[in-house]
T-cell receptor
Framework: NAGVTQTPKFHILKIGQSMTLQCTQD?????MYWYRQDPGMGLKLIYY???????DKGEVPNGYNVSRSTTEDFPLRLELAAPSQTSVYFC??????????????FGDGTRLSIL | GQQLNQSPQSMFIQEGEDVSMNCTSS?????WLWYKQDPGEGPVLLIA?????ELTSNGRLTAQFGITRKDSFLNISASIPSDVGIYFC??????????????FGQGTILTVHP
């Protein structure tokens, strides 16, 4: 009954370092999403994928990269981390588009601080 | 891009009170979603609305899709301590409903005093 699993839960990164946030889902969902949540703000879409091998930019993609080699996994990579990327990152998945009777299921988030 | 504005930003209420919050958009939405985020967890879908004027309930929660299609409302009746959390409205972002790209409001933080 895992759902969407994100690792790590917490991490501190130094400015300029790189890191990959892991996301995996066991529901055989086609659609996967990465959001970031800043304090007092809603979630903003970084990247999304509609299936293995297909990814596209969301609202705030700068400074991030993604890949989708399998249905289950959708890692998010930060290259040259900057303090502005300090945030809570959420991965989500859905069977279809996520709005019509197929809600997006969210992981518990990765809390990332860049110092 | 599209923006969703939620109000109030935060609420402090006593257990047993009713709660009302709303969400307005700068553009027309075809779907409204209400999510709740418990501390330290990801958001969970509470209610989905698909038609203007629609009123939908989920236990003590009732949500309405505004007739203008630019707003939505969420009511919680007889609040209990476990209602604490952040409530988000969301809807399909620019580009329509394809791919499930959602725009989220900034959230309403609810605190319930026993």
């Amino acid at each position: 009954n895992a759902g969407v699993t994100q690792t790590p839960k917490f991490h501190i990164l130094k400015i300029g370092q790189s890191m990959t946030l892991q996301c995996t889902q066991d529901m055989n969902h086609n659609y996967m999403y990465w959001y970031r949540q800043d304090p007092g703000m809603g979630l903003k879409l970084i990247y999304y994928s509609v299936g293995a091998g297909i990814t596209d930019k969301g609202e705030v993609p700068n400074g991030y990269n993604v890949s989708r080699s399998t249905t289950e996994d959708f890692p998010l990579r930060l290259e040259l981390a900057a303090p502005s990327q300090t945030s809570v990152y959420f991965c989500a998945s859905s069977y279809s588009g996520g709005t019509f009777n197929q809600p997006q299921h969210f992981g518990d988030g990765t809390r990332l601080s860049i110092l | 891009g599209q923006q969703l504005n939620q109000s109030p930003q935060s609420m402090f209420i006593q257990e047993g009170e009713d709660v009302s919050m709303n969400c307005t958009s700068s553009s027309i939405f075809n779907t409204w979603l209400w999510y709740k985020q418990d501390p330290g967890e990801g958001p969970v879908l509470l209610i989905a609305l698909y038609k203007a004027g629609e009123l939908t309930s989920n236990g003590r929660l009732t949500a309405q899709f505004g007739i203008t299609r630019k707003d939505s409302f969420l009511n919680i009746s007889a609040s209990i301590p476990s209602d604490v959390g952040i409530y988000f409205c969301a809807g399909p972002g620019a580009g329509g409903t394809s791919y499930g790209k959602l725009t989220f409001g900034q959230g309403t933080i609810l605190t319930v005093h026993p």
